[in-house]
């Protein structure tokens, strides 16, 4: 004969009202707890937080061109994706040169005498080979540097003016606006010492000839020469600083 007795099996966790009975007298184990899934967070998608003016920031000029579909959708984002490409433009424009650029004769006046009238152009006149005007063009590399928006060019001397005695290099010419505004012949016209501190208050003695692209192109000669002191006062500090820890070891 077939075995009609089975067991019947509830949800897990199910209990019944005897089970429930039993467990008071102590006759079953305590009903295990009911399974529960742990909870599931799905991964941050970068693409969907929030885009404000700090995200904007963080992104390069090539991000930003790739971001215009993206950012259609808002119009503050688009209008300030547009403000944020302009300024890194003109940021750009303005920090076009940044280094002691060799011109020829033949260049002089196209990129002395016709330089916009808004870019003071320093002319450095020297010879391959010569010690003062050695010393003089690395401290006007290290200005190029600085203020890359002032134009720095050399030329050899007798190549801008034939028969230029070596007596007189090195010698600088500062132009602006088409017109020769300084010159400044041999090395002792920087002092003692010739250091790219020194030299640039000399080159801004009488106007504001250094522009490092950040104040504007309206920086006033006190402006300037603030800015030249201070950069000097920082590198004598932390050169003395320097100093104490070599010799502290």
Excluded at 88 to 114: H, N, T, W, Y
Excluded at 214 to 225: E, F, I, N
Aim: contains cysteine.
């Amino acid at each position: 004969m077939a075995d009609y007795h089975f067991v019947y099996k509830d949800l897990e966790g199910a209990s019944t009202q005897w089970d429930d009975i039993q467990r008071k007298l102590g006759n079953l184990p305590p009903k295990a707890p009911a399974f529960k899934p742990p909870s599931f967070t799905p991964a941050e998608d970068p693409d969907s937080k929030p885009k404000d003016k700090a995200w904007v920031d963080d992104k390069t000029e090539e991000e930003l061109e790739d971001l215009e579909d993206d950012l259609d959708d808002d119009r503050f984002l688009q209008e300030y994706r547009k403000n944020r490409l302009a300024e890194m433009r003109e940021l750009a424009k303005i920090a076009r040169f940044g280094s002691v650029m060799p011109i020829s004769g033949s260049d002089f006046v196209r990129e002395v005498s016709q330089a916009p009238a808004d870019v003071w152009v320093v002319v450095v006149l020297y010879k391959d080979g010569h010690a003062d005007c050695e010393l003089l063009l690395q401290c006007l590399e290290e200005l190029a540097q600085r203020y890359p928006a002032t134009k720095f060019v050399k030329i050899i001397s007798t190549d801008c003016i034939p028969n230029y005695p070596d007596q007189n290099i090195p010698t600088l010419l500062v132009y602006n606006n088409s017109a020769v505004k300084a010159n400044y012949v041999g090395l002792r016209s920087f002092g003692r010492k010739c250091t790219p501190e020194g030299v640039a208050l000399v080159l801004c003695q009488s106007d504001p000839v250094l522009n490092d692209g950040q104040g504007g192109g309206d920086q006033s000669k006190k402006d300037v020469l603030d800015g030249v002191r201070k950069r000097f006062i920082e590198k004598v500090v932390t050169a003395r600083e320097d100093d104490d820890g070599s010799s502290s070891d």
